[in-house]
């Protein structure tokens, strides 16, 4: 077996023993430099923002979730559609159009990265009357499974 160590968002339910599928997300953060007219009052903000690495799509998020270690098979895990190079700019620009909405900007902030996070969100398979669900443990619902 082809073994990997990952990150997964904690969640409320013990997973042991339970077949696992990892959803690759990236946690993107920023420091926002908000531009002022004088130059000595410059304010920096840590900005969070989560990548899902499959459909290419991004939120801002108020904190960088809970994680565990554990071990899981590398078929487990569900492949990345972009990189994590590619997932920088999708978040980048998710936290422009945030900064420029929360704090009526017209000159575009400086965004410097300060660091990449790779994290994966855990459903576990379940069989429930001859179907296939897929049960996302972090929300505790459950979601169709496409075989």
Do not use: C
Not at 17 to 39: D, N, S
Not at 51 to 58: F, G, L, W
Not at 94 to 115: G, H, T
């Amino acid at each position: 077996m082809n073994n990997k160590s990952i990150s997964i968002i904690e969640s409320q339910y013990d997973l042991d023993g339970l077949k696992i599928i990892a959803y690759p997300h990236t946690v993107v953060i920023f420091e926002v430099v908000l531009p002022t007219f004088k130059q000595k009052h410059r304010r920096a903000i840590k900005a969070y923002a989560t990548v899902d690495m499959i459909k290419k799509t991004s939120i801002r998020a108020d904190k960088f979730p809970e994680t565990i270690r554990i071990e899981l098979d590398g078929k487990s895990i569900l492949p990345s559609s972009i990189t994590v190079d590619d997932a920088v700019e999708i978040a980048r620009s998710k936290i422009l159009d945030w900064a420029k909405r929360s704090f009526k900007l017209i000159v575009k902030p400086k965004v410097e990265l300060i660091e990449t996070l790779s994290i994966y969100h855990p459903f576990v398979l379940t069989k429930d009357k001859d179907k296939t669900k897929m049960i996302n443990v972090v929300r505790n619902i459950s979601e169709k499974w496409v075989d």
